[in-house]
């Protein structure tokens, strides 16, 4: 399981000297300190520098040097291999872990699988999509999800829609 795992994306040029706007798709700007080398549609781009921002982030990286570079790569992804996150606490899980896993009920009925996790404030909410495409959504909670591991998520029957 070392997917990549998309950390930000690219939304534009900021200024003439080749920094780019990220949209976050983590923690904010400082976790992306972490990382020194994200792959980047095909290439790899090294992290000079990176700040927060009004929604997002700025960053620069040794291979863009002009507004003209910075541009071309809107719309690209910032990603890292699974491997390279940091370790995960007790009952801790990354979303992009989760996502794709298959999903049973407490009794044993097969229920679809993880689409997204979402966390509208009040904590993580997955999306489970039937297989007929129908989707539910579960709270991320003990008393829900009683066990998930890397081979899949345990839905309480109570909670299944």
């Not at 994306?9 to 990382?35: N, P, Q, S, T, W």
Request: aromatic share 6%; hydrophobic share 45%.
């Amino acid at each position: 399981m070392d997917r990549p795992v998309t950390l930000a994306a690219i939304a534009g040029a900021h200024g003439v000297r080749g920094e780019v706007r990220l949209k976050l798709f983590g923690e904010g700007a400082d976790a992306l300190r972490a990382f020194s080398v994200f792959e980047a549609g095909g290439r790899k781009l090294t992290l000079k520098s990176v700040r927060p921002a009004n929604q997002g982030a700025v960053a620069s990286f040794t291979e863009i040097t002009d507004r003209g570079a910075a541009e071309a790569l809107r719309g690209t992804l910032l990603t890292v291999p699974r491997s390279a996150l940091p370790p995960l606490g007790e009952g801790e899980y990354y979303h992009h872990d989760l996502i794709g896993l298959p999903c049973v009920s407490t009794d044993g009925t097969a229920l679809g699988h993880v689409a997204a996790v979402e966390n509208f404030g009040a904590g993580d909410i997955i999306e489970i999509e039937k297989p007929e495409g129908k989707r539910f959504m579960v709270p991320m909670n003990a008393q829900a999800v009683p066990e998930w591991n890397e081979n899949g998520v345990v839905v309480d029957a109570a909670f299944v829609e």
